[in-house]
């Protein structure tokens, strides 16, 4: 994915220590306080579900040092708390500028995607992946992205702050064996289905851990079509026991794996899945972001 740019451009002479809404009538071309400049931040994110044409949207927090000292992020009520962020085209927007406390104070900087208006606590932000991820946007809306930056020192230049993806994906490849004609196997005739999953959570925005809420039903996650026979799913992570874990439907006739799997944050999965007409039968390998050496194949069926 092409790097995400945000500029936070703005300035002020105000001494207070709160921030400073600008005047409108400014120019780009008026003086700039160097007591106050303004931040400018570079953000990006890397690969995965956040690469579609769906706009991108997050969310930032600041956390100035008090006494030379970082502070806690708090629930609410931070020096920048919950600013929204917007990629459109090849830019950041941003409805309020932003403003150093002074050149003498460091801080903290934590951002999250996709962006929610209302945040109660971020130390317990509540997220969730889609039931039905078969669109661009659901799928998108799915994944979860977390960063930060600790202790910078103000400056007039920009600084870097890279979104991580925190959630796991699984990638789901169909291809055709035994009792299949060329070609009969097609994209348009085949959805895949994970199951078993739990699909809420919180995530603490300073940290970036996320809890599973445990007392939620599991339930099944119909994936995103990517073409070719391939299909993903953004998924929490977490151990997930024993069940119908790939539900493959073909016009109808239904391929089902049962088998217990961990699904672990940042991690991408890739099971390819071998169907019989006959008999439904599964080989299943796994590689991705981190290549982990287990075998979760299995075979079902056969003569």
């Known amino acids: 994915m092409a790097g ?4 936070l451009a703005a300035c002020t002479s105000d001494d207070s220590n709160e921030p400073v809404v600008p005047d409108t009538s400014e120019t780009p071309e008026a003086p700039i306080d ?38 806690e992020l708090l629930p609410t009520d931070n020096y920048v708390n919950n600013q929204l962020m917007t990629w459109t085209d090849d830019a950041w927007s941003t409805s309020t500028p932003i403003y150093w406390n002074g050149m003498d104070t460091r801080a903290d900087f934590y951002a999250y995607a996709p962006y929610s208006a209302s945040v109660d606590d971020a130390r317990q932000l509540p997220i969730s992946v889609n039931t039905d991820q078969r669109t661009d946007e659901a799928f998108t809306q799915s994944d979860f ?9 103000p400056t007039t230049e920009g600084f870097n702050l890279t979104l991580s993806h925190l959630l796991s994906q699984l990638t789901v490849v169909v291809t055709a064996e035994a009792g299949f004609d060329a070609n009969e196997l097609q994209a348009s005739d085949v959805s895949v289905t994970i199951g078993g999953t739990r699909t809420s959570a919180t995530a603490d925005v300073q940290t970036g851990v996320i809890t599973i809420d445990q007392k939620a039903t599991a339930q099944d996650v119909r994936c995103h079509t990517n073409g070719d026979l391939s299909y993903t799913a953004v998924l929490l992570p977490q151990q997930v026991p024993f069940a119908n874990l790939i539900q493959v439907d073909w016009r109808g006739n239904k391929y089902t794996l049962q088998n217990s799997f961990t699904l672990e944050g940042r991690r991408q999965y890739t099971l390819t899945v071998k169907l019989k007409k006959t008999k439904s039968g599964f080989d299943i390998g796994i590689d991705g972001w981190d290549i982990l050496p287990e075998d979760f194949g299995g075979t079902i069926g056969g003569e």
């Open 145 to 153: 992205l977390w960063g930060m930056v600790q202790g910078q020192t």
């Open 4 to 7: 995400f740019c945000l500029m």
């Open 34 to 71: 160097p007591t106050r400049p303004r931040v400018n931040i570079i953000s990006r994110a890397e690969g995965g579900a956040a690469d579609t044409a769906v706009p991108l949207q997050a969310g930032l927090y600041m956390v100035n040092y008090l006494d030379g000292k970082p502070d």
